[in-house]
């Protein structure tokens, strides 16, 4: 079970970075998706996630509009397009994977995780 993430990366706000997150096709084909981050000092939280067959995905409120999730199950990928990134949105991003195929926000729902990459948003 294995799950690597990437991408991330220093971008001044307003910039765009996209992360990828690799994971090995028994951890990934029947299980719904997400992407977390931690910043320092404050708790994991939700950023994204998205359905076994990509077909509804969910997102914390002040990454509306500005994020998208996304997956190929064909590669075994999951991404995070990230555009207007904010000061705020700097953290540690983690991919992580659902006990079950459907969409879900609750991290103890998450059972598989990734090793995390940092993102930095200067202002």
């Known amino acids: 079970v294995q799950l690597q993430a990437s991408g991330g990366g220093s971008v001044q706000a307003g910039g765009s970075l996209r992360l990828s997150c690799a994971a090995s096709?028994?951890?990934?084909?029947?299980?719904?998706m997400g992407w977390f981050r931690q910043a320092p000092g404050k708790e994991r939280e939700f950023v994204a996630g998205?359905?076994?067959?990509?077909?509804?995905?969910l997102y914390k409120d002040s990454v509306k509009g500005r994020f998208t999730i996304s997956r190929d199950n064909g590669k075994n990928m999951v991404y995070l397009q990230m555009n207007s990134l904010k000061s705020e949105d700097t953290a540690v991003y983690y991919c992580a994977a659902a006990r079950t195929a459907a969409l879900t926000n609750q991290k103890e729902l998450y059972n598989y995780w990734g090793q995390g990459t940092l993102v930095t948003v200067s202002s």
């Open positions: 096709r028994r951890t990934f084909t029947n299980n719904g």
């Open positions: 998205i359905s076994w067959n990509g077909g509804r995905s």
